[in-house]
């Protein structure tokens, strides 16, 4: 199995933007969906976006708009671009195969705080 390294997160104001990066030594990534989660505190863990190796992407409702996933093969890496940022933005963003089942073992993640 894989951990992948998450980066990127810090403190923001509301309405900024953070660009987080996702990067797993794999060599099977390039044909792996990926997905970003994040987990608040108090919360469960929740899928935000996805993307096929054939760059298909889904959002959740919640950052529909706002937030952008894209994938470089050639880096094993997955980006977030978070744009609009919000308070309820606030959390502990991971990366993970993003199937029907994370099959990667959880990274450290990287906080993301947006201050009102």
């Known amino acids: 199995q894989v951990q992948p390294v998450e980066s990127g997160g810090g403190l923001v104001q509301a309405g900024g933007s953070l660009r987080l990066s996702c990067a797993a030594s794999?060599?099977?990534?390039?044909?792996?969906?990926v997905g970003w989660y994040r987990q608040a505190p108090g919360k469960q863990r929740e899928l935000v976006a996805t993307?096929?190796?054939?760059?298909?992407?889904n959002y959740a409702d919640t950052v529909k708009g706002r937030f952008t996933i894209s994938r470089e093969n050639a880096k094993n890496t997955v980006y977030l671009q978070m744009n609009s940022l919000k308070s309820e933005d606030t959390a502990v963003y991971y990366c993970?195969?993003?199937?029907?089942?994370?099959?990667?073992?959880w990274g450290q993640g990287t906080q993301v705080t947006v201050s009102s």
């Open positions: 993970n195969t993003g199937g029907s089942l994370p099959r990667w073992y």
């Open positions: 794999q060599v099977i990534f390039r044909i792996t969906a």
């Open positions: 993307i096929t190796s054939g760059g298909s992407t």
